[in-house]
Nanobody
Framework: QLQLVESGGGLVQPGGSLTLSCAAS????????IGWFRQAPGKEREGVSC????????KYADSVKGRFTISRNNAENTVSLQMNSLKPEDTAIYYC??????????????????WGQGTQVTVSS
């Protein structure tokens, strides 16, 4: 059964960068549509970025366009989220999730079948 593990979170100053990684545990492939979501305290979970099964279809929330980049590394069985020019409002728990049926991707949380446990990102001076 597919299990996802996020890593790379931490504390960073405003304007800094972090790279989050989503890996499939065990010998399972991560070649599904993958989404990155985040949830700040008191707020609903929101989509940040996603990539389709083949890596061609990518989407970004308006709030992160031009600052975040999602990429697949099938050789390493990971999906990464490069986050630059971080702002305090990016502070949240970040989750990766897999949609095991779609070829493209979107931000509907109900479409995702597997979720990781999340990694905390804190942007603060």
């Amino acid at each position: 059964q597919l299990q996802l593990v996020e890593s790379g979170g931490g504390l960073v100053q405003p304007g800094g960068s972090l790279t989050l990684s989503c890996a499939a545990s065990g010998f399972t492939s991560i070649r599904y549509a993958i989404g990155w979501f985040r949830q700040a305290p008191g707020k609903e979970r929101e989509g940040v970025s996603c990539v389709g099964r083949l890596g061609v279809d990518t989407k970004y929330a308006d709030s992160v366009k031009g600052r975040f980049t999602i990429s697949r590394n099938n050789a390493e069985n990971t999906v990464s989220l490069q986050m630059n020019s971080l702002k305090p409002e990016d502070t949240a728990i970040y989750y990766c999730a897999a949609d095991m049926w779609a070829s493209g991707c979107d931000f509907r949380t109900t479409e995702y079948d597997r979720w990781g446990q999340g990694t905390q990102v804190t942007v603060s001076s």
